[in-house]
């Protein structure tokens, strides 16, 4: 049996918090979406804040802000900057 | 060279046809406004620009095309916007491309330019924004970023009108030079793949339009076009398993199995070195707030994001109300006087009539609403063109995502509240075609400019004026839950589907530009009001004679005696208005009511709002002035209050008005709209299912508001008089 690492997605970044994206788990055209707007491996992003319940995140990535759905934001595994 | 001696026709031979590309947002369309001085839309959300559209002007002794495509961020063809734009680059005839970037974005835009570099086509990149970046301390080496790139690079602000006549010149001499290839350096083991194939191609003296390096690049990133040229050679069987293991490579070397994103992940590390080489940050950004970000902080709070929003529409339904209300009574009594001076002229009745009754009052009462249109159409130019659109979206998304829709569909549904032509158009940007169809199914029921006319003629009759702003925006908000209501029960049965993923930019808060908010009001106010001189005088014509013919000579001879007879004032004219009332009911207009009179009982409706219903199918404006006509008809006779709204509040209940503008609400939007809809849906058979879609919601909803409203006032259940 393999051990299981807890992987980190960009939801469980708090408000505030920057992050390395590591891996897209996204595929197709999301996959070429995300990465068209620069979320590759080795990009550096900072959770800006929510919208109401939670459902959407606003990130910095770059000099952009980008708005993802809760959905898209789990799909993207991070490793926490120090 | 003197102007005079200038040959007669300069175009033919010194043409630059040119594309302009470039991300969503950068100031596409502004710069070609800078450039051209052309009247295009400009706006402040992702994606204004979703057709291509041409403009053309001349400049010294060349005449230049240029060709806007959609804002697309990378070269892929998966939206819409996305193929228009790839498809145009890749098959259609153009000299040249300027490439547009944002100067403080240029990570983010350069990915693109990176991939245009590859298409083998002279390039001039246009440095947009240059004035912010040099506000936000951002200092861009333009010669020497053109030296790294091998691509010309000039500094430019379509705002602030800089650097635009360099840009010109730099496109000419571009044009006029030889084609130089754009500098790309990869990593270094996608390098030595190229080199392999580059080289391979070289041994077997393989010789095309574009270098070896370039081919092997395309050919490596599995660019779909050189792959066919290559496809059909005879050197393609040695080439192909040499291409396979090369990409193969990469993807080990990457820790991937997408070739897309590996190059996409090359291009960023390629962009990464060139910024660090030109581009300098005077300031560091992140340490201070920037302003975009304090307003963030307010404007999307995730508590009060939501209600300083509606705050904010709230706002704009009571300026569109009370300060629209104040040039009304002026532009009233206007026609009024308009009318009998004209009136005054005219010598035979039945012409007089025509024009004073049916032209002038049916347009008048049309043009009375101008100044209610002008405010919510600025009130939705400042919303597109400050940013705050795609706040919302962010602030909607979870909401509306509950409801089936997409944050996105907020854009054309707020485009809604202004004309339904435009909303249809702007659902574009909709990537998914079931969130896109179910989007167009709804934006109906936001109510548009032109439905406004009806509703301040009611909610004036029947609502005190200080509330009656309030009660314009309960309507308008009304319109909107029952959209998303109908979204959910179209998502749960017509539409079902895969949720379309939710990725947007948030750009920069910007100052709206006085002059283009001006241009877009402008033009849409013309518009508003050109079709009120030409399509609703016609149709004010046309209801006029249905209302007025036949003439019935028995009526006439029954009432005149009578009226003649008449001992007191109030009698003749209680007795004229039931002439006018009994020639009314038996003209064509009143037989065509009479006839779907049954079908509209039920909720509270007499024949003379069928009527006007039918009317409003061929443009929301003509109900108003249908009803301007056919009670001006019956009104005559009771001088008490001359105003349409006298009218109203006097011949028809409250319960019945309600009913009535529930179906304004809900019903098949106008002719024109409908048309657009049918196009961009893509069928006719879609126009029936939504007739049928709108009809039903309408009469099922304005049933209830009917018995509701009767069940609450106590009132009985009479029709109109
Ligand atoms: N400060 C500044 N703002 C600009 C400039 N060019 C465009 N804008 C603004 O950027 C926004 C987007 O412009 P638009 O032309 O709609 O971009 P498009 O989507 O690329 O066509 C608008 O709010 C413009 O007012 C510029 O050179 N400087």
Redesign the interface.
Known sequence: MRLKRKMHTLTDCPRGCSATVVKLHAKGPLKQRLVSFGIMKGARVEVIGFAPIKSTVEIKIGRMRLALRKEEAQMIEIDHDA | MMRETAPVCPVTENHIRIALVGQPNVGKSMLINAISNARLHVGNFSGVTVEKSEVFFDYNDFHFTIVDLPGT??F?D?SIEERVTHDFLTNEDYDLIINVVDS??L??NL?LTAELMTMNKKMVLALNMSDEAEREGIEIDAPYLSQLLNIPAVKVSAAAHTGIEKLIETVIDTYNQPMREPKLVFSEAVEEEIGIIERYLDEHHFKAAISNRNIAINLLQNEKKTYRTLHDLPLWTELQPQLIEADKHIETH???D?I??VF??EY?AFIRGVIAGTVHYREQ?SEKKSL??RV?DLL?H??L??PIFLFLMWGLFQLTFEIGNIPMEWIDSFFGWFGDVVGATISNEDIRSLVVDGVIAGVGAVVLFTPNIIILFIGIALLESTGYM?RV???L???F?KFGLH?QSFIPLVTGFGCSIPAYMSARIL?NDSDRLLTLFIIGFMSCGARLPVYVLFTGAFFAPGIAGNVLFAIYIAGAVIGLIAAKVLKMTAFRGE?E??????PKYRMPSLKLVWHTVLTKTVMYLKKAGTFIAGASMLVWFLSNYPHSDSVALEYAPKIEAAAEQTEMEKLSAEAAAKQLEQSYLGRIGKTIEPLFEPIGLDWKLAVALQAGLAAKEVVVSTLGVLYSVSDEASETDSSLVGAIREHIPFASAVSFIVVIMLYLPCLAASVVFTREAGGIKYFFYLLLFTSATAYLLALIAYRLTLLITGASAVLPH
């Open positions: 961020y990378a892929t998966y403080t974005n990570d983010k990915q990457h820790d991937t997408d897309k994103e996409a992940e960023a950004a975009t970000e963030d999307i995730p508590v994001g939501i795609s979206a962010f602030l998304d979870g909401i995502h944050g990537k949720d993923p939710f990725v947007m930019e948030m």
